[in-house]
């Protein structure tokens, strides 16, 4: 079945260097890819999306790209902060409506 | 500043006994969603409602979980009997259709603990 796979499962960055994760999803005719971020004892918050009629959206320091082609989506944070720390999800919706996510990549900055 | 609201935050129950969760969407969304999240299987879609209908529930196990929306400012996760392996927090999100997808807004979640 349709499924989103997220990598990596765990990135540490020193403050300040860029972080990029990637998700690859299956099917084709998704047209719709969130991003969430999940503090400590929080629900995950709604970062950035992209609709698969652009490639590149960008809101200050993050970006994501989109490449359809390849079915795979990017989340890129430039000039990372301690703030920035916090478990990162992507999502595709399914043929059926269903929204599947990514298993979560947990983003350490280090100072 | 609008939010997705959910009681109670945390609740530890015994097995056997009834847990009911809470959760109010948004003004004026119509989709509301169930989730589960545990460290093993990440976040999981329970349930899900539009316009308070039931749209798909098949990642919930029936016999012991039920979800209703009484009316369009409550919805409700309800399981009886509860039992150990649902210790997990449970996330309510309500949002807008774009495209396929989804825009949701998250809760901040019931934490359970059935011992």
């Known amino acids: 079945g349709e499924n989103v796979e997220q990598h990596p499962s765990t990135l540490s960055v020193q403050e300040g260097d860029s972080a990029v994760i990637k998700c690859t999803y299956s099917?084709?005719?998704?047209?719709?890819f969130p991003w969430y971020k999940q503090e400590l004892g929080k629900g995950p918050q709604l970062i950035i999306d992209?609709?698969?009629?652009?490639g590149e959206k960008k809101d200050q320091r993050i970006a994501v790209t989109l490449n359809k082609t390849a079915k795979h989506f990017s989340l890129h944070i430039t000039e990372t902060q301690p703030e920035d720390s916090a478990v990162y999800f992507c999502a595709a919706p399914r043929s059926d409506d269903k929204i599947i996510f990514g298993k979560g990549t947990r983003l350490h900055i280090l100072p | 500043d609008a939010r997705v609201t959910q009681t109670p935050r945390h609740k530890v129950t015994e097995m056997g006994q009834e847990v009911t969760m809470r959760c109010q969407p948004i003004?004026?969304?119509?989709?509301v969603f169930w989730y589960r999240q545990t460290m093993m299987q990440g976040l999981e879609l329970l349930a899900y409602?539009?316009?308070?209908?039931?749209?798909?529930d098949s990642g919930m196990p029936k016999d012991r979980f039920s979800a209703e929306m009484p009316d369009a400012t409550l919805a409700t996760l309800k399981i009886q009997p509860s039992e150990p392996r649902d210790s997990a927090v449970y996330f309510c999100?309500?949002?807008?259709?774009?495209?396929?997808?989804?825009?949701?807004?998250f809760g901040p979640g019931t934490r359970l603990t059935v011992t």
């Open positions: 992209i609709r698969s009629n652009v």
């Open positions: 409602f539009r316009n308070r209908a039931p749209l798909d």
């Open positions: 999100a309500s949002g807008l259709r774009t495209g396929r997808g989804y825009e949701q807004y």
């Open positions: 003004l004026g969304h119509n989709t």
């Open positions: 099917d084709s005719a998704s047209n719709y």
